[in-house]
C-alpha cells in the first residue's frame, strides 16, 4: 500500500486521540473515585456491627441499672414499712427485732447505692461508645456522599471529553485516505495501529529493528506503507528515525 509521508505522519495524532480516547473511556467506566467507594461499603458495614455490639452492650448496662433502681426502691419500701411498724408498736421484743432489720436495711442499701454508682458510670461510658460509633458511621456515610457526587461529575467530564475526541478523529480520519485508515484500524483493534520509527526502534512495541529489517525499510520508496516486522503496526518515517 502506498500512502504520502505526510497522510502517515498524520495517523500517529490518530494513535495519540486513540489512546486518549482508551484513556477518557477507562475514567468514564472506572472513575478514580471507585475503589474507595467500594472500600467504604466494606468498611460501613464493618462499623455498623460495631455500632450494634456497642448499642447491644449499653442496653445490657441500662437492664443492670434498672433492675439496681428497683433493689433499691423495694428496699426503701421496706425501710418504711419497717420505720412506721417500729414507731407504732409498744412491744419491747418486736421493735428490738425491727430495729435489727432496720440497720441490716440501712447497710443493703448503701451497698446497692455503691452499685448504683459504679453502673452509672458505665452507663455513661457506655453511651460515649455508642455516640463514637455512630458518629464514625455518620462520617463514612458523609465521605461516600461526597466521593459518589464527585464520581458522578469525573463521569460526565469523561463523557464529554470522550464527545470531543470522537469529533477530532472524525475529522483527521475523514481526511486521510480511506484505504490507509483501514488498515490502521485493522491493526489497531489488535495492538498499536501505527508509530513513530525513532532511533531504528518501533515505538509501538520499542523492538529495535534488525539491520536487514532496516536496510529492506530504506531500500522502500517514501510513500510505501510499511511494517514493524515484530507488532505488524505502521511504522513511520521521519528525520529521527536513524535510517
Ligand atoms: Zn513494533
Sequence with gaps: MNASPNDQKK??????????????????????????????????????????????????????????????????????RNAERLAASSNAKDAQALEAELVSLGRRLSELEDAELIVMERLEQADADVDAARALLDQLA??????????????????????????????????????????????????????????KACQGCNMELSGTDLQQIRQASNDAVVQCPECSCILVRTEESGL
Design 142 to 199: 458523609d465521605e461516600g456522599t461526597a466521593l459518589s457526587a464527585a464520581s458522578v461529575v469525573a463521569v460526565a467530564d469523561a463523557a464529554t471529553l470522550i464527545e470531543a475526541l470522537q469529533r477530532d478523529r472524525a475529522a483527521l480520519a475523514l481526511a486521510l485516505p480511506a484505504e490507509l485508515v483501514a488498515l490502521y484500524d485493522k491493526l489497531s483493534t489488535r495492538g498499536v495501529g501505527a508509530a513513530l520509527l525513532q532511533r
Design 11 to 80: 495517523l500517529l495524532d490518530v494513535a495519540d486521540l486513540d489512546a486518549r480516547l482508551r484513556q477518557a473511556e477507562r475514567r468514564r467506566t472506572h472513575p478514580p473515585q471507585a475503589a474507595r467507594i467500594a472500600e467504604l461499603g466494606a468498611e460501613r458495614a464493618t462499623r455498623s456491627q460495631e455500632l450494634s455490639a456497642a448499642t447491644g452492650a449499653r442496653d445490657d448496662v441500662k437492664t443492670e441499672l434498672q433492675r439496681l433502681e428497683s433493689d433499691v426502691s423495694m428496699a426503701e419500701a421496706r425501710r418504711d
